[in-house]
């Protein structure tokens, strides 16, 4: 999401070898990727916005038909961008920029740790201010630091995604010979805390926050498999690639049919999502981008994870002005693809004018 750590924003200079007299080759930049990343971006603005008109509709289609479908088209269409932001991750991880010691990791992690505490604090006051929050500041700024995701529900991501590029950098720093014994023990802690707040409130007789800092299976598999395929060199599909959106637009109308009639929210895990997700990945693998559009992308490509911050707060104020459950389809669809449109241009935007004001290390 970020460029800082979840690819080169741009070909790296030579650097000295650890004996001074080779340089180490530049890095090929991968704008097949910046495309990937930045229709990740929307897609979660579009599956954020489908969710928005379904629970409007009361996820219940014979409340308000128009809503509710074209609601669930759009949650349902954009549910291949998480499963593609841990490919990327892994990917950046294990091939495209590897760490080189454990010093590097934690330098990346804290350009993601520190966003996330800014706009936790920023979703809390603005919960306050419009009296949406459902508890105390005081208590949903504690449970926010042990992996509460209330109310930015949006920020449950990074609290697995850090967790995940922890585990993939100190797989890789082991193989490569490297001893990053601050990094297992933090790995440790990580592991072995959900338990032991469990038992520590058992057995003391206290209540203690939830501890969600921490990954599913599902999460670590789309990561190490995106690494995988990512890594494909150019010309492996061949002119096949496009191909790969017949398979896509079969795994989204079967989601479809999932969230209505066997249970909705779909599960990542799901082997819909997975299918859906990887046959999106392939279709825009290694994708000639023209050159002249190439600067423009990687801006907004770089910007993708300011706008994946902010841009529940700008659909929060949106959905809640302009969702009309009497709306027929057509007009319903229009109205999502328009409540989509202005969410990504005002989200984009606001993290292209932090980004010149040079607030990237706190806002993302």
Known sequence: ?????????????????????EARPRREHRYDIDLIRLLCSVGVIVCHTGSAFVK????????????????????????????????????VVLVGAPVRDGRQLWQRIVRIVVPLGVWTALYLAWGKLRGTNADPLRDLALDAVFASVRPAYHLWYLYAYIPVIMLLAFVSLVKAGKRPWGLGAALLVLGAAPSLFGD??????????????????????????????LSMPAGTLGRFRLWWLLPAGGALAAIVWYQHDVHYAIPYASVLVALFSVAVLLSLLRAGVPERLRPALARLSGASFGAYMVHVLVLGVLTDAMID???????AAALAVAVTAATAAVSFGAALLWTRLGLTRLLG
Request: hydrophobic residues 45%.
């Open 200 to 229: 520590v409130s058992k057995v003391a007789g206290i209540e203690l926050p939830h501890f969600g800092w921490g990954f599913g299976p599902y999460q670590l598999i789309y990561a190490a498999l995106g690494a995988l395929l």
């Open 1 to 21: 999401m970020s460029s800082s750590v979840s690819s080169p924003s741009a070909p790296a200079p030579a650097q000295p070898s650890q004996h001074g007299s």
């Open 56 to 91: 409007a509709a009361g996820r219940e289609a014979s409340n308000a038909p128009g809503t509710y479908w074209a609601g669930l088209v759009g949650d349902s269409a954009g549910r291949f961008a998480v499963p593609l932001f841990f490919a990327i991750a892994g990917w």
């Open 325 to 331: 459950t009497d709306l027929g389809l057509p007009a």
